[in-house]
């Protein structure tokens, strides 16, 4: 059976059409593989323009809205806890990644003083996290508060002893000879605000001597 001339000059341009299609997404995936590459935010190429180095990630959060130090970050998928590296020295810093996978910051941690000099720290939360009701059916929010705090000053491995474990907190310990990380997590009412128990949970290391003070 032969093809119409109408029919051949449909069909060559169908596999004419699905040729541009073909050709076309493969430009925009190359687009794509190198604006992601390159653009501003993606993750590596953001630390390196804040001159930052990363040295290792301490946790990734994850996080429908977040709240550091009194100001929003935003819609965010996560915000990633790292020590990261500037000027030869290690610090404990914290970025943000959106639903659409760009970054942003980072935002550096909080120098301490007096007690605590040397030890720096970065704490947020998420809001909100659940709903539930009070009296004359007010709203009464629940949120997720993390506290993270980073020293070089560890003498012995860290173990906390279990009369100094946070009543009402989870905590996590990510060590490497003399750094580490304090990680707590505790949920709170929308008014409430505590430490997670780390001034128990310091000086409880300290006292026994894995800590120099």
């Given at each position: 059976m032969t093809l119409s001339k109408k029919k051949l000059a449909w069909?060559?341009?169908g596999v004419l059409a699905l040729h541009l299609v073909i050709a076309?997404?493969?430009?925009?995936?190359?687009?794509?593989?190198?604006?992601?590459?390159?653009h501003p935010n993606n993750?590596?190429?953001?630390l390196a323009?804040?001159?930052w180095q990363e040295v290792e990630v301490i946790e990734d959060v994850a996080s429908p809205v977040s709240e550091r130090h009194g100001g929003w970050a935003g819609c965010t998928g996560l915000t990633r806890v790292l020590l990261?590296?500037?000027?030869g020295k290690t610090h404990l810093i914290c970025v943000d990644r959106s639903h659409l996978e760009d970054w942003s910051g980072p935002s550096e941690a909080e120098a301490l003083e007096g007690e605590f000099a040397g030890l720096e720290r970065i704490c947020f939360s998420r809001y909100p996290l659940q709903n539930t009701y009070g009296g004359f059916g007010e709203q009464e929010l629940i949120m997720r508060w993390d506290w993270f705090y980073y020293g070089s000053n560890a003498a012995a491995l860290l173990d906390i002893p279990d009369e100094a474990l946070p009543q009402d907190a989870t905590v996590q310990i990510w060590q490497r000879g003399a750094e580490y990380v304090l990680h707590?997590?505790?949920?709170?009412?929308?008014?409430e605000y505590r430490d997670g128990g780390f001034i128990q949970v310091y000086r409880a290391?300290?006292?026994?001597?894995?800590?120099?003070?």
């Open positions: 069909i060559l341009a076309g997404a493969k430009r925009m995936g190359d687009f794509m593989a190198f604006f992601y590459g390159n993750y590596f190429s953001l323009a804040n001159g990261a590296e500037k000027a707590f997590t505790a949920y709170l009412k929308k008014n290391l300290r006292d026994r001597g894995m800590l120099e003070e």
